[in-house]
């Protein structure tokens, strides 16, 4: 199989539901928005609702964090990329970024994703054929450049006295 790189999520609009008193898209539905495009590459390699149901195994976020780049309102179409930046036999590090339908950018998110046997549930190695796809995946994207948002702490950025 030949992954796309970056992997592009279909279009995804913002729904009434969610927009906070302010007017714009609540900052928890940007991740719902991440999930929802990150789901789509995960069914790439394999993982999804048959992978859980029939192996009783699943991916679990272990981290995930978001930078909020420009506002989103009702009705606005995004899509969401995925970047596999790293894996091992249990875990993998990927980036995202929300795409809005117009060509800006408005918001990025990195995560960190476990491989979960549902028995424990504890984390567990991958099987050989969901292995192979996931370094897969991590192949098409090796020669991607990586945002310099990846990696960022967070804090209060000081200028020295």
């Known amino acids: 199989m030949t992954y796309p790189a970056p992997f592009v999520s279909s279009y995804m609009e913002v729904k009434k539901d969610w927009i906070d008193f302010n007017g714009h898209l609540n900052m928890a539905f940007y991740g719902v928005l991440f ?3 990150a789901d789509q590459a995960f069914s790439l390699m394999g ?3 048959e992978y859980a149901q029939t192996q009783r195994h699943t991916t679990y976020a272990a981290e995930f964090h978001i930078c909020y780049v420009r506002e989103l309102h009702l009705g606005d179409r995004v899509r969401a990329s995925f970047q ?4 091992d036999d249990r875990k993998f590090h990927f980036y995202q970024e929300l795409w809005h339908e117009d060509g800006w950018l408005a918001a990025t998110g990195e995560g960190l994703s476990l491989h979960i046997d549902m028995s424990g549930p504890r984390v567990a190695p991958y099987p050989p054929e969901i292995a192979v796809k996931v370094a897969q995946m991590q192949a098409a994207h090796a020669d991607l450049p990586v945002s310099e948002r990846v990696g960022r702490p967070i804090g209060i950025r000081r200028k020295p006295a």
């Open 35 to 37: 999930d929802q495009g």
């Open 47 to 49: 993982f999804g609702p």
């Open 84 to 87: 596999m930046l790293d894996h």
